[in-house]
């Protein structure tokens, strides 16, 4: 069978404010204006090239190396290193394949993009409902980019307006999945959307088809997933379903006339792989218990390892060790990007706000503890214990940095001690099918105050897990695409502009570490360079990718929210 596509007869969503007679698109799913809404007026720093079609930047990066003195003091040193940044401002068409596409997620990724794209409205008892991005990071959130020069007044413009990005109405979609369904009724299965929308949205969806054939290791996912599994690869060598991922994808590629694609699991948690010398720790090795067919092997990462090879971005939405030291190397060895791990949709991205702000405002958490329960089909395959397990190691690092800063709260680390003082942390997670997409997260922060007082706070909130999951997948796709475009090279010290910056004969640009930890707002438990320090701070997570695209601007974040101007005379 041939890869499914979206349907692509029918115009998708025009510029925000175009007066063309057509109903109006959520400023969410709005066109960038052509040629972009910025334009940085720097001849030092920033230099447009359209004929080309790239953004030149040169960039600073101001750090301090601290060293500790005999005496005990912290002595302080300004680092300075110049960066170039090339951006292609070509963006083409990219294709998305998810593994899993039949899936809640999977499913209502598809529709909700189709009715972005066809623009389809729908009724509810709150009365009509526009298309729209809302969660979305890149579609849904601003920056601020400076002060009006008359007003004074912050100027806040689109993540998707900093730099070019894929539309996500433009993306082609495909994948695959272990059930056959046809995705309208996978949309229809999954019971996340209003009845009216999937109505309208059904026969867009029906002219998917149903997906690629997807691979199957029944020991890495709960045994309760085995009635959903009859659209199989066949055989059990390992090497070969290497081979014919490979091709879906090329395939895929070819026929939809696409320029890149990018690949991401959304399919279901597997088990963690154990990590054996000889078996997943180098390159090398990984490669050759693939083609000896080894049982720690998983299916994730057969994927992984397929889109590595031909140089397809992927991303790990699950919280699955699928990238074991060996693949990570492998995506090192052919400069392919990857990221990872597991969706930072709902509870998770809730506790690293709420504990960040209880350590930094100098409140000590005790215990930290964290119930769900949920009834899709995620919640049926967590409820077998080593499939959980792999959840619980995601969620319950998640506030491990912010504990690790605060010496003065926490204990730090002792002589041959792992981990120093910590809270309490506890993860618990139930199927209940009754309450299906809807999932029930309740947790409890129990933390010490002034004088040996005690404070805790409860909250109960009810996540719709796909349609927060949604918005993570295209915001993890479209920048995981912009991050092919992007190439750098360090310049010297007498490098002051653009315009005396040597050739790229003498100083070659490159592309960026292939793990993309930039990525790291959206998942819970962020993928690093090996040896790095992981930063799960939200807030540290949102400014740094901003402090990236600006950078690509040769926008430097300056005061920042220093504010200097607003207070000084």
């Known amino acids: 069978m041939s890869p499914i596509a979206i349907p692509n007869h029918a115009t998708s969503s025009p510029i925000q404010g175009a007066s063309d007679g057509l109903p109006p698109v959520h400023p969410t799913a709005a066109r960038s204006l052509p040629g972009g809404l910025i334009r940085v007026q720097d001849e030092q720093s920033t230099k447009y090239d359209d004929v080309q079609g790239e953004i030149r930047s040169v960039y600073t990066d101001r750090g301090c190396d601290v060293k500790k003195s005999l005496d005990g003091r912290l002595v302080v040193e300004k680092t300075e290193q110049k960066y170039e940044f090339k951006t292609d401002t070509k963006v083409g068409k990219v294709g998305l394949m998810l593994v899993g596409i039949g899936g809640n997620n999977g499913s ?41 020069a008359e007003t004074g007044k912050d100027v806040n413009v689109p993540i998707y307006d900093m730099l070019p990005m894929v539309h996500p109405n433009d993306l082609c979609l495909g994948g695959w999945d272990i059930s056959g369904m046809p995705m309208d009724q996978a949309m229809a299965r999954a019971q996340v959307l209003d009845y009216d929308l999937q109505r309208q949205v059904a026969p867009l969806m029906k002219e998917m088809g149903a997906p690629l054939p997807s691979i199957y290791y029944p020991d890495f996912i709960a045994a309760n997933q085995e009635d959903r599994a009859d659209n199989v690869i066949p055989g059990e060598n390992k090497w070969e379903h290497v081979q014919r991922i490979r091709k879906d994808i090329a395939d895929f590629k070819r026929s939809n006339g696409l320029d890149k694609v990018v690949v991401l699991w959304t399919a279901n948690t597997e088990r963690y792989s154990e990590l054996i010398d ?173 004088m040996g007082g005690r404070n805790t706070l409860s909250v109960f909130n009810i996540c719709e897990d796909s349609l927060l999951a949604t918005p993570l997948i295209l915001d993890l796709t479209i920048l995981a695409e912009l991050m092919t475009r992007i190439t750098y090279r360090p310049l010297q010290a007498e490098s002051t ?39 799960n701070s939200l807030n540290r997570q949102r400014q740094g990718l901003e402090a990236f695209m600006k950078a690509c601007l040769g926008l430097e974040m300056g005061g920042g929210d220093l504010l200097l101007k607003t207070r000084t005379w």
Not at 498 to 525: H, I
């Open 497 to 535: 502009s653009v315009k005396d910056v040597p050739s790229e004969k003498e100083v070659p640009f490159q592309p960026l570490y292939p793990v993309l930890s930039l990525l790291s707002y959206m998942l819970k438990a962020p993928l690093v360079k090996p040896g790095d320090d992981v930063v």
């Open 108 to 148: 209502t990724v598809a529709a909700t993009i189709l009715a972005n794209k066809h623009n389809i409205s729908w009724s509810t008892k709150l009365g009509p409902i526009q298309p729209n991005y809302i969660g979305s990071l890149v579609r849904a959130s601003t920056v601020r980019i400076g002060a009006d």
């Open 278 to 450: 000889g078996v997943n720790d180098t390159a090398d090795n990984l490669l050759n218990a693939v083609q000896n067919s080894h049982e720690e092997v998983s299916p994730s990462t057969v994927f992984a390892i397929a889109a590595i090879l031909d140089g397809h971005p992927y991303i790990n939405g699950s919280p699955s060790n699928t990238f074991v030291p060996g693949c990570i190397e492998l995506a090192e060895r052919h400069q392919s990007f990857i990221a990872g791990d597991d969706f930072k949709s709902g509870q998770t991205k809730f506790k690293s706000v709420v504990t960040e702000f209880l350590v930094n405002a100098g409140i000590k958490p005790l215990s930290i503890a964290s119930y769900n329960h949920l009834g899709n089909n995620d919640g049926k395959n967590l409820s077998s214990q080593r499939q959980f397990r792999s959840k619980e190691i995601s969620k319950s690092s998640v506030v491990d940095d912010m504990v690790a800063a605060n010496n003065l709260l926490y204990a730090p680390a002792k002589k041959g001690e792992k981990k120093g003082e910590h809270p309490d942390h506890l993860v618990v997670i139930k199927y209940a099918p009754a309450v299906g997409d809807d999932k029930r997260a309740l947790d409890e922060y129990y933390s010490e105050l002034l």
